[in-house]
């Protein structure tokens, strides 16, 4: 069993991120990240029946109470974030208890949540099971809830204490939502390492087929670009926001379609397919280079086109509110080549609502 | 107009308390904590039709939009902290915007949560207008809503940009609202100024007139008092939990009762009698100084008897849960004489049973 450490550096709040196979499977792994006595498992109905044993098995005899949740993205609220509160008041859980979030990115980023107001404050540990969380949502300390008005609009900066990806916890992952997790990795080689994103070509056959070797190389390269920009700037007030590359647009079209139709990873794939047409109006990404990120988006199968039902002021609507909308304007990430993004708001609102009124075309 | 500026002291997260009469009519005011463009208002019925167009016209022509919640504690809670989102995404702010408390401790508490939580963090400013809100909690950064199980247990740490203190603004509050805001101002001579509770027991009659000097001095200290112990230790790690005498017995009340029939103030008032009993037990209080301080309490207006129906095991289980408990032992804040608190959970549980069955008594 082939462990690897990444180390996310943010002074007295740095964690470790544990990528290998087998690793729930490791005694003891558990026990260096947990404080007090309380532990609250928090999973959902999908994923609690195949890993909770497991985990709790890992706990070395201390004794976890757990919560098993409903799964999927509609019920990522605080009305089901207040089901954790309820179960952590009744079980008696105080200021030193851990959250363990075992599951996908809705469950990460609703542990997360709940353990940053708990008590104004409380430790989780990331056990992510699906490709998206563990390349994406469980690293850097995004956590939140959706709002009927808005995804993700009401959360906390909270870094959990270590995150534990255990590569063989994709083998139960649908094929639909396994591709979605590959859009964040596409991203990851179109912001910031054009080299990883010539990788990612040559090896799509391999990634689409989740063959092992290829897979973990994508993931410990994912993470480790992941933890480089958030160490550079925990909070987003500036580099961070490149990380939300295709974001934008994903977010507007998941609130119209309401968090079902659609996952994360389909919209956020066709959100970057958005922002490079974006790029390339503004004349910084040439065309062939456009192609070739339609390419790969296509050849992970994905989508590059948005949903037919809506239009460009329904999008201008869903992202003014977006979190990247600054003093009015709407702040796009877009591309200056593949793997250099940047933050932009300086450019001609027909170029954008051209590429929005074109982007199921 | 006399104004006195006092600072609490948190490297880049400091800010000011000012303090004077007809504050709320100097022209220009809230200009200099005013981040970005967008401003919302959050008060309640009471306040709102008292003081919202005249803190409006502090804006100096600013837009902003206000939410007006219902008043009272019972109103404290996720449900009407979603209120707040949902005006917050249908007016369309974004992470410049600043909130703008307005009203008592529930008002500072929901919209510092509100700020903490929305788009991950906005700014806000505290204007309290009760004495309790004044004199506590708007200072100090911790926020938080009530859950069904326990007072305060969602929250954050979340420091305003400023807190504006109109003395003038008393002048409307009721006369059980305003003594139960004393109590807090008799906890600060408790914990940490013996002095200042000796100054308390030779102008209790003035304080009770209102009497402006007398009130003035008393908002002083007391703001100056919380600032220090928070600047030492702003995420309640050690020192800060000083604050917290009599609020372990007193949410226990509370939270019993259901958060309507007694005030915070009110049960905070016979939750330091019953600390200050605890404390005699234990050999640390001689019985003349807890007359002293039944003795200021009752000629404050405030009650030294919890209510009849709750019995130990009742009180354990409120307190059990509380934030103060730690690792299965209940933390207590005790007095080792008048202007010394201690936190400690180094006592006979048999002492602490007889102090919460003779509570009433």
């Given at each position: 069993?082939?462990?690897?450490?990444?180390?996310?550096?943010?002074?007295?709040?740095?964690?470790?991120?544990?990528?290998?196979?087998?690793?729930?499977?490791?005694?003891?792994?558990?026990?260096?990240?947990?404080?007090?006595?309380?532990?609250?498992?928090?999973?959902?109905?999908?994923?609690?029946?195949?890993?909770?044993?497991?985990?709790?098995?890992?706990?070395?005899?201390?004794?976890?109470?757990?919560?098993?949740?409903?799964?999927?993205?509609?019920?990522?609220?605080?009305?089901?974030?207040?089901?954790?509160?309820?179960?952590?008041?009744?079980?008696?859980?105080?200021?030193?208890?851990?959250?363990?979030?075992?599951?996908?990115?809705?469950?990460?980023?609703?542990?997360?949540?709940?353990?940053?107001?708990?008590?104004?404050?409380?430790?989780?540990?990331?056990?992510?099971?699906?490709?998206?969380?563990?390349?994406?949502?469980?690293?850097?300390?995004?956590?939140?809830?959706?709002?009927?008005?808005?995804?993700?609009?009401?959360?906390?900066?909270?870094?959990?204490?270590?995150?534990?990806?255990?590569?063989?916890?994709?083998?139960?992952?649908?094929?639909?939502?396994?591709?979605?997790?590959?859009?964040?990795?596409?991203?990851?080689?179109?912001?910031?390492?054009?080299?990883?994103?010539?990788?990612?070509?040559?090896?799509?056959?391999?990634?689409?087929?989740?063959?092992?070797?290829?897979?973990?190389?994508?993931?410990?390269?994912?993470?480790?670009?992941?933890?480089?920009?958030?160490?550079?700037?925990?909070?987003?007030?500036?580099?961070?926001?490149?990380?939300?590359?295709?974001?934008?647009?994903?977010?507007?079209?998941?609130?119209?379609?309401?968090?079902?139709?659609?996952?994360?990873?389909?919209?956020?794939?066709?959100?970057?397919?958005?922002?490079?047409?974006?790029?390339?109006?503004?004349?910084?990404?040439?065309?062939?280079?456009?192609?070739?990120?339609?390419?790969?988006?296509?050849?992970?199968?994905?989508?590059?086109?948005?949903?037919?039902?809506?239009?460009?002021?329904?999008?201008?609507?869903?992202?003014?509110?977006?979190?990247?909308?600054?003093?009015?304007?709407?702040?796009?990430v877009l591309l200056k080549a593949i793997g250099e993004a940047v933050v932009t708001a300086d450019y001609p609102q027909g170029d954008l609502v051209a590429v929005l009124n074109q982007a199921s075309i």
């Open positions: 069993m082939n462990t690897h450490t990444l180390s996310l550096d943010l002074g007295d709040r740095s964690y470790p991120i544990l990528i290998g196979k087998a690793l729930l499977r490791q005694e003891g792994l558990l026990s260096p990240y947990l404080g007090g006595d309380g532990i609250l498992i928090v999973t959902n109905e999908t994923i609690g029946p195949l890993y909770l044993d497991t985990v709790t098995a890992l706990l070395a005899g201390r004794k976890a109470d757990h919560i098993i949740l409903p799964d999927g993205e509609q019920y990522k609220n605080l009305e089901t974030l207040n089901l954790i509160f309820s179960r952590l008041l009744e079980c008696s859980h105080n200021r030193d208890t851990t959250l363990i979030a075992l599951g996908g990115g809705v469950i990460g980023d609703m542990t997360g949540f709940a353990a940053a107001c708990y008590q104004r404050g409380v430790d989780f540990i990331q056990i992510p099971t699906t490709l998206l969380a563990q390349v994406d949502s469980s690293v850097g300390g995004k956590t939140a809830v959706n709002h009927a008005l808005g995804k993700n609009m009401i959360g906390a900066f909270h870094q959990p204490k270590a995150v534990l990806i255990d590569i063989e916890t994709l083998e139960t992952l649908p094929e639909r939502e396994y591709r979605a997790g590959l859009a964040e990795v596409i991203k990851y080689g179109l912001i910031i390492d054009d080299e990883f994103f010539c990788w990612l070509e040559e090896h799509a056959s391999e990634l689409l087929g989740r063959q092992e070797q290829a897979l973990s190389h994508a993931i410990e390269v994912s993470c480790r670009l992941k933890a480089k920009v958030v160490s550079a700037d925990e909070r987003e007030g500036g580099i961070r926001a490149i990380l939300n590359l295709g974001h934008t647009f994903g977010h507007a079209i998941e609130t119209q379609q309401g968090y079902n139709d659609w996952l994360h990873g389909e919209a956020v794939a066709a959100g970057m397919v958005m922002a490079a047409r974006m790029s390339q109006r503004l004349g910084w990404l040439p065309e062939p280079e456009v192609a070739r990120i339609e390419s790969l988006v296509t050849s992970l199968g994905l989508p590059c086109r948005a949903p037919e039902n809506i239009g460009s002021e329904t999008y201008l609507e869903h992202m003014s509110v977006d979190k990247k909308a600054r003093g009015g304007k709407i702040r796009l």
